[in-house]
């Protein structure tokens, strides 16, 4: 029988299949159903920095009239939506026997940082950082903006015991060396790649609306490329592909790359726990036809480095491609 077991993070998962957050991972039932079919880890629905910031706001603007009272509030519905948060943590430790990541979606370093410590204390397994703001400001340097992502980690990272993983968007000018940046401020895995929602524009009725929130198996490409390319320049961390992973084909694409997990989404949204099941008869049927014994016996067996043309990863191959069509 195939050993399908990973380490991520240090933390030993059964299988290398995780449910990423979403508004599924916030269910005890669903978690419990995700649990059954062999899911590695669950990464617990994130808690958004806006959610306090916004909220408090809310209050103070209409308690404009009693200040003291909108002080109270504030405070009261900051703590509540942490209490409610570190609770979720707690019942889906609770609910599941594999290890449990808790998330949270920010744009800036400051006060919440020490919330961190709190979701530690709630019995999470590692947390996940979600950092992300739509860089606006002409006058701001990519230097700046990557500054602000390390700085956030090191601040976390400082704070707590249990690992850290950080959620990033591909458009940074130097992936590999941002990965590797993220890893000397204490991250122990990247997680490749958020998928943001997307405007779209109606022409009909002439409006702007969001495009699809869910993912399509072809997204994965992208994750496939940088997933081969940084697993080989940047040892030491664990990589986890999201985006676009429907299925265990997809799966095992991202661990030949390099990956050490793979985090799946909208295959929950779609097929329920049966896309965790399926995808582990996937890699055990594979591991089975090509006498692989463990997942790291192929993981990273075709990333850049241990290709005979790394070439391929690259984007003059994009070029050779078409240039030969006829």
């Known amino acids: 029988m195939s050993d399908i077991s990973v380490n991520y993070m240090g933390l030993k998962l059964r299988s290398p299949i995780i449910a990423a957050s979403s508004g599924l991972t916030a269910q005890l039932n669903r978690v419990a159903e995700f649990d059954k079919a062999g899911v590695g880890a669950i990464v617990v629905k994130s808690l958004f ?26 405070h009261y519905l900051r703590q509540n939506s942490i209490d409610r948060y570190l609770k979720l943590v707690s019942d889906v430790k609770e609910t599941v026997s594999v290890p449990v990541i808790a998330s949270i979606n920010c744009y800036s370093g400051g006060e919440w940082t020490s919330f961190a410590k709190k979701i530690e204390s709630a019995g999470a397994d590692g947390l996940e950082l979600n950092i992300y703001s739509l860089p606006l400001d002409i006058y701001k340097s990519s230097t700046d903006i990557e500054r602000g992502y390390l700085d956030v980690v090191e601040q976390v990272s400082k704070q707590i015991k249990i690992p850290v993983a950080v959620k990033i968007a591909s458009t940074f000018t130097n992936l590999p060396g941002f990965v590797n940046g993220l890893k000397a401020h204490g991250a ?9 929602y997307s405007p779209d524009i109606d022409i009909k009725r002439v409006r702007v609306f969001p495009a699809d929130a869910f993912s399509s198996p072809e997204e994965s490409l992208r994750e496939l490329r940088w997933m081969g390319i940084v697993s080989a320049l940047v040892p030491g961390i664990d990589l986890s592909a999201s985006t676009g992973v429907h299925n265990g084909t997809i799966a095992l694409k991202q661990i030949l790359a390099g990956a050490s997990t793979v985090q799946m989404c909208t295959a929950l949204y779609k097929k329920g726990a049966t896309a965790i099941s399926q995808s582990i008869a996937d890699i055990n049927l594979f591991m ?30 994009f070029m050779k491609t078409f240039g030969n069509v006829k």
């Open 49 to 74: 920095e806006e959610q306090i910031v916004n909220e408090a706001q809310f209050l103070n603007d209409q308690s404009h009239d009693y200040p003291e009272s909108a002080d109270y509030l504030h």
């Open 188 to 196: 122990k895995g990247v997680v490749m790649f958020n998928r943001f």
């Open 288 to 317: 089975d036809t090509q006498g692989f014994k463990s997942v790291a016996d192929f993981q990273g067996k075709l990333n850049y480095a241990n290709i005979e043309n790394p070439g391929k990863f690259e984007r003059v191959q």
